[in-house]
């Protein structure tokens, strides 16, 4: 079963290769993958009668998070203003929880946890080989398939987004399509898989850390090629964090030199510098646009403040706000995404619906801060910390995007809830011999040894 659920890790990017278009729904291959992961796991668990889950206070907690963030999408759902819409949605929001659950409950095993970030480097080796050499050769290396009700077949295969920049009307060429993920969730992978390399980094020797310090090159090369202003930022901020110490002189030092490579990398690029004032331009379309989508979206949610107008509806009520478009003179969209995870969840779900949101989102961040600054449990930098990192990255990048239909994300969302729930309080007395595992966690020991 572990193997099984590592293979499907692995294969989260790949998501979109293939994907089978119905009236009700979008099913993907690896859906059908983790349908048998799910009834293996029921099964065997009905067979042991072991279908009484841990009862201590952490996970107590995390078990009415959950209920809480169920209970909200179903409510957006049953008031949707168009059901059939909010089904499919709901369809790939259950699928997609189901998952997160699965690998959460898995991942409180230490030598699980540990498999998984090297999975997740292996799948991150995987991307960014096929990225830059489908960048470099101009052709998909791995093009992504639809198949839609009539039965006909559509292959993806086009390997560059072109966009114009305002002000030298300069074009550049994105990286797009890659597996089946567009340009902005080739960033957002990045972003996640990228700190597990630093992670390692840290971690080994040798030849072996010149070999991740090459992978974490690629990743950078690849992340630029997607010219997302918003995800390189986060990537070189946070990045730059983890290398700070206890030291305030070694901190300056490391930012002095961090500038200094920053005319590098945009001399290698050279057009990244303008895409990223473009932001600052108010005549820059996708900035008009961004700013367009989060004023409807905020109208939306308050015309529909309870459950919002339902799951997946975000996009298909903006002929009332065509006076918007016409105001910036841009052309009506109906774009699925808003540009902004708390916006859309806002407008999709109303206030109930993003308070158990933004509740699912930010315990594991809380929690981390908690372990770390109060209770001080963590006492040197740990696989926690750079996985926390990578949590927070895909969240602020989502503010500027929405990518919770990304199996990635809900992965990263898993094992940071997992790490979370390993460490007992400060309050807590251990008695002689006992383990985390007695207390709501299985990391061997309070002494939280090895790797972690």
């Not at 030291?247 to 990244?272: A, G, K």
């Not at 930098?381 to 990578?390: E, N, P, Q």
């Not at 990635?408 to 969302?413: L, Q, R, S, V």
Request: one cysteine or more; hydrophobic letters at 50%.
């Amino acid at each position: 079963m572990d193997r099984l659920i590592l293979a499907a890790i692995f294969l989260a990017p790949c998501s979109n290769i293939f994907m089978i278009k119905t009236g009700y729904m979008d099913l993907k291959v690896l859906q059908f993958l983790w349908l048998g992961i799910f009834t293996c796991i029921l099964l065997t668990k009905t067979y042991k009668k072991d279908i009484y889950p841990d009862s201590s206070k952490t996970h107590q907690s995390v078990k009415i998070i959950f209920a809480l963030y169920l209970t909200g999408i179903l409510l957006s759902c049953l008031f949707s203003v168009n059901m059939k819409i909010s089904v499919k949605e709901l369809f790939q929001y259950i699928y997609l929880f189901l998952m997160m659950l699965v690998i959460y409950k898995q991942s409180q095993r230490q030598d699980f946890l540990n498999r998984i970030v090297s999975v997740l480097i292996i799948s991150n080796i995987v991307l960014v080989v096929t990225c830059l050499a489908s960048y470099y050769f101009g052709k998909m290396l791995i093009p992504s398939f639809r198949m839609y009700p009539d039965g006909h077949i559509v292959i993806l295969d086009q390997i560059y987004k072109t966009q114009a920049l305002v002000e030298s009307k300069n074009v550049i060429n994105r990286i797009d399509g890659v597996m089946g993920l567009d340009t902005i969730a080739i960033a957002n992978c990045i972003l996640i898989q990228s700190m597990a390399v630093n992670y390692k980094i840290r971690k080994s020797i040798g030849r072996t850390r010149l070999l991740y310090c090459i992978l974490f090159i690629a990743d950078v090369l690849t992340l630029s090629l997607t010219y997302s202003r918003a995800a390189l930022l986060i990537f070189f901020v946070l990045n730059i964090v983890t290398l700070f110490g206890k030291s305030p002189r070694i901190n300056f030092l490391i930012i002095v030199i961090s500038i200094c490579c920053v005319p590098v990398i945009l001399s290698i690029f050279p057009n990244l510098l303008e895409r990223m004032l473009e932001a600052l331009n108010t005549q820059e379309g996708s900035t008009k646009y961004h700013f367009v989508y989060w004023l409807i979206a905020l109208q939306e949610g308050y015309d529909h403040i309870v459950s919002g107008i339902g799951l997946g509806n975000a996009a298909f009520h903006h002929d009332a706000y065509a006076y918007l478009f016409e105001k910036f003179r841009l052309y009506k969209s109906d774009a699925v995404d808003v540009h902004n995870f708390v916006l859309q969840v806002w407008a999709e779900q109303g206030s109930i619906g993003l308070s158990a949101n933004l509740l699912l989102v930010t315990y594991p961040i809380v929690r981390f801060v908690k372990l770390r600054f109060i209770d001080k449990m963590l006492k040197e930098k740990t696989l926690f910390d750079f996985l926390i990192t990578a949590y927070i990255a895909t969240l602020a990048y989502n503010l500027t995007n929405n990518n919770f239909y990304l199996e990635t994300f809900w992965i990263m969302a898993a094992i940071v809830y997992a790490c979370s729930a390993a460490y007992p309080s400060a309050k807590t007395v251990l008695k002689p011999g006992a383990t985390i595992e007695k207390l709501g966690g299985s990391y061997e020991e309070a002494g939280l040894k090895a790797d972690f």
